[in-house]
């Protein structure tokens, strides 16, 4: 699953995937706005064929936030 979302994440948003780490911070460390945060969960949705609520979107603070939720509810 981590692959498979830091693929995502730099496809989403053209950054290189050495550069992305479980540890980032959407918003400090990969300076993710709202609009790409929309953006990259649209493509988690398409990639794992299920619908992520906005109450959890939320939840996401770093990149292992994501993995670990995925890997929960996928």
């Not at 980032?24 to 064929?49: F, H, P, Q, R, Y």
């Not at 992520?52 to 939720?69: C, L, N, R």
């Amino acid at each position: 699953m981590k692959d498979k979302v830091v693929s995502i994440i730099a496809e989403t948003t053209g950054m290189a995937k050495e550069d992305i780490k479980e540890s980032s911070n959407l918003l400090t460390d990969l300076e993710l706005e709202s609009l790409d945060i929309v953006t990259l969960v649209a493509e988690l949705e398409k990639a794992v064929g299920k619908e992520i609520p906005d109450k959890d979107i939320k939840e996401f603070q770093t990149v292992q936030d994501i993995i670990d939720y995925l890997e929960k509810n996928a």
